[in-house]
Structures are given as C-alpha cells and as structure tokens.
C-alpha cells in the first residue's frame, strides 16, 4: 500500500455557494470517515449534527463532531458525513466517501480511478 494525497473540497449542503477553500487530505482506506479542520467547515456554517468517538492509531479514545457536507476531489462528488478535525488530527479522505465517489484507490498511479458499479441483474 502507498500513500497519497488529493485535494478536497466541502460545501454546505443548504447553500452550496459556501465551500472551502482545496484541502490536501491523505486517501486513506483504514479510516470510515472523511476527517477535514473544524474551522474550515464552520467556515462555511457547516453544522455539527452530533458527537462520535473514535479510536487511533495510537490506540487513544477521541470524540469529534459530525456533520454533512457536499464533498468534491478529483472530479467526483458526493454526500457524506464529515468529522470536525481539530488541531493535531489528520486530514483524512476516508473510505465511505471513497465509495461514495465511486471511484477505486488507484496506489501505484496514486489516483482515484471510476469504477463501474455492479448490481444485481433484473429480474425477467
């Protein structure tokens, strides 16, 4: 596995015009959720909906607040929940919005490439 970085953007999902500026966030399969600075999320009047704790790396208990966002990298998009990163966290694209963009991690080009999304066939 290698390590790259892409660059993210958020808008608010009641007014997109509000939106930060390009975060540099690591692609990073081991982490469920998005993790970008509370204040550029606040920024945008991003709103924590609630608290959730999480567990490091390093094996500490954290909590953080979460809440939604329209996220932007590479030319793809979706909605997802963010985590309101303080100062000292990582800042992280995580795997549910990697899926969300439906895209696959590309680690030896160190791209995110689409992906084609299989369903289960039709019923005749």
Known sequence: MSLFRVNVIA???KDESKETAPLEALVDTGSELTWLPAD?????SIEPRRKRS??????????RDIGYAILASEGFETTDEVVFAEPGDMILLGVRTIEGFGVLVDNVGHRLVA????VAASMP
Do not use: D, H
Request: net charge positive.
């Open 11 to 13: 808008r608010n999902p």
């Open 40 to 44: 550029a999320l606040r920024g945008t």
């Open 54 to 63: 999480f567990l490091t790396a390093t094996g500490q208990r954290v909590t």
């Open 115 to 118: 992906q084609v999304t299989v």
